[in-house]
Nanobody, 124 residues
């Protein structure tokens, strides 16, 4: 079982930046894929960005491409989400996810392990 710990959420004004971090710990091998997802009030959870830990191949949702950057540290089993040019529409709870079997890195149904979530609030 993979345990995930997220940090870095908070409140920021539109145009600002935040950096989310997530570290995975397990009794066996580390994750092969990690991703970030978000759920805004009254909306379904959606994929934001995902990455293959070994190759660094990443994918983004169209709504964040060019503004958000996902990166990984395979040694630390950690993934980061640098969020720039934040907009009020980015307000949501952000969740980290991980799995040892990789599918589509921004498909939530391809992940078994989830963090508790961290709140990101962007004011106009």
């Amino acid at each position: 079982q993979v345990r995930l710990e997220e940090s870095g959420g908070g409140s920021v004004q539109a145009g600002g930046s935040l950096r989310l971090s997530c570290t995975a710990s397990s009794d066996t091998d580390g994750p092969t894929c990690m991703g970030w997802f978000r759920q805004a009030p009254g909306k379904d959870r959606e994929g934001v960005a995902g990455i293959y830990m070994k190759s660094g191949f990443s994918m983004y949702a169209g709504s964040v491409e060019g503004r958000f950057t996902i990166s990984a540290d395979k040694v630390k089993n950690s993934v980061y989400l640098q969020m720039n040019s934040l907009e009020p529409a980015d307000t949501a709870i952000y969740y980290c996810a991980a799995d040892r079997v990789c599918g589509n890195p921004i498909n939530q149904f391809d992940y078994k392990s989830w963090g508790q979530g961290t709140q990101v609030t962007v004011s106009s």
